[in-house]
Structures are given as structure tokens and as C-alpha cells.
């Protein structure tokens, strides 16, 4: 089992910037990918960013130039910098992990960016 714990969430005006925060903890060995996705009220849930073990990323086209993932293996923590943000990225922002065929979620943390 992996648990996921997101922080870094909050408000923000337009042009503002956040960083969010996901520990992985638990079963870490073998965790294949690290990202973020994000859900927005009555839209479905979409990939925002993705990190794979060897360090490859994958960005949504509506995010890149904007938005960086990274991580620090040794806290087995993955991070999403915001920058330059826009009212239509206000969503709850879901850390996401795989690790041997399994998926596995974090609880969430709300984004709100106010024009």
C-alpha cells in the first residue's frame, strides 16, 4: 500500500503562484510514476503533470511553459510548482502514484485562483 498526503493548496489571484506538496509513504520501493491530476466541479478528472521513475515528465498542453513537477527521492516527496495562474486552473488538485500495476490517490487539495 502506498498513502499519499497533498499540502500547498489555497487561494490565489490571477498572475499568483502556488507549490504543492505530495509524501508518498508506505510501500515507496517501486513506485513507477508520480503526478498530479486535477478535477474541476462538473468536469472530469485530467492528468496535469506526471514524473516516471527515471525522470521523465508529462505535462497537459494546457499547463506547460506554466506549471513544473520535480522531486526529492529521499523524502519520496513530488512537488508541482504554478506559476503564472489562471482562474480555469481552479480545481482539486489529486496526487497520484503507480507502483506495480496498482494506482493509488491522495485525498486531494483545493486550488482556487481568483480574477
Known amino acids: 500500500q502506498v498513502q499519499l498526503v497533498e499540502s500547498g493548496g489555497g487561494l490565489v489571484q490571477a498572475g499568483g503562484s502556488l507549490r504543492l506538496s505530495c509524501a508518498a509513504s508506505g510501500s515507496t520501493a517501486s513506485i513507477n510514476t508520480m503526478g498530479w491530476y486535477r478535477q474541476a466541479p462538473g468536469k472530469q478528472r485530467e492528468l496535469v503533470a506526471t514524473?516516471?521513475?527515471?525522470?521523465?515528465?508529462n505535462y497537459a498542453d494546457s499547463v506547460k511553459g506554466r506549471f513544473t513537477i520535480s522531486r526529492d527521492l529521499a523524502k519520496n516527496t513530488v512537488f508541482l510548482q504554478m506559476n503564472s495562474l489562471k482562474p480555469e486552473d481552479t480545481a482539486v488538485y489529486y496526487c497520484?502514484?503507480?507502483?506495480?500495476?496498482?494506482?493509488?490517490w491522495g485525498q486531494g487539495t483545493q486550488v482556487t485562483v481568483s480574477s
Open positions: 514524473l516516471r521513475v527515471g525522470g521523465s515528465t
Open positions: 497520484h502514484a503507480t507502483r506495480l500495476g496498482f494506482v493509488y
